[in-house]
C-alpha cells in the first residue's frame, strides 16, 4: 500500500507563490502516474496537472504558465509549484497517485490553499 503525505498550503495573497509537496511511502514510486486535483467548495474536484514516469506533464487550461509539477523520484515525491496565484485557485488540493499495473489510485488528504484578492 501506497501513502500519501502532503504540505504547503497555506493562505497567500492575489499574485503570490506557494509550493506544494506530496511525499509518498511505500511501492515503486518511479512507475506511477502522479497528480495533483483540486476541489472548491460547491464545486466538482478537477485535474490541476500530471506527471509521468520519465518526466512529461500535463496542464488544466485555467493553470497553464503559473503552475509546474514535477517530481523527485529519489525522494519520493511530488510537488506542484504555484505561481501568480488567483482567488479563484482557492481549493482544497489533492495528491494522487496511479499505479500502471495494479490500477488502484492513492489519494492525499488534502492540503488547503487560500489566495486573496
Known amino acids: 500500500q501506497v501513502q500519501l503525505v502532503e504540505s504547503g498550503g497555506g493562505l497567500v495573497q492575489a499574485g503570490g507563490s506557494l509550493r506544494l509537496s506530496c511525499v509518498a511511502s511505500?511501492?515503486?514510486?518511479?512507475?506511477?502516474?502522479m497528480g495533483w486535483y483540486r476541489q472548491a467548495p460547491g464545486k466538482q474536484r478537477e485535474l490541476v496537472a500530471t506527471?509521468?514516469?520519465?518526466?512529461?506533464?500535463t496542464y488544466a487550461d485555467a493553470v497553464k504558465g503559473r503552475f509546474t509539477i514535477s517530481r523527485d523520484n529519489a525522494k519520493k515525491t511530488v510537488y506542484l509549484q504555484m505561481n501568480g496565484l488567483k482567488p479563484e485557485d482557492t481549493a482544497n488540493y489533492y495528491c494522487?497517485?496511479?499505479?500502471?499495473?495494479?490500477?488502484?489510485?492513492?489519494w492525499g488528504q488534502g492540503t488547503q490553499v487560500t489566495v486573496s484578492s
Open positions: 494522487n497517485l496511479r499505479h500502471p499495473v495494479l490500477r488502484y489510485d492513492s
Open positions: 506527471i509521468i514516469p520519465g518526466g512529461i506533464t
Open positions: 511505500g511501492g515503486i514510486f518511479s512507475i506511477n502516474v
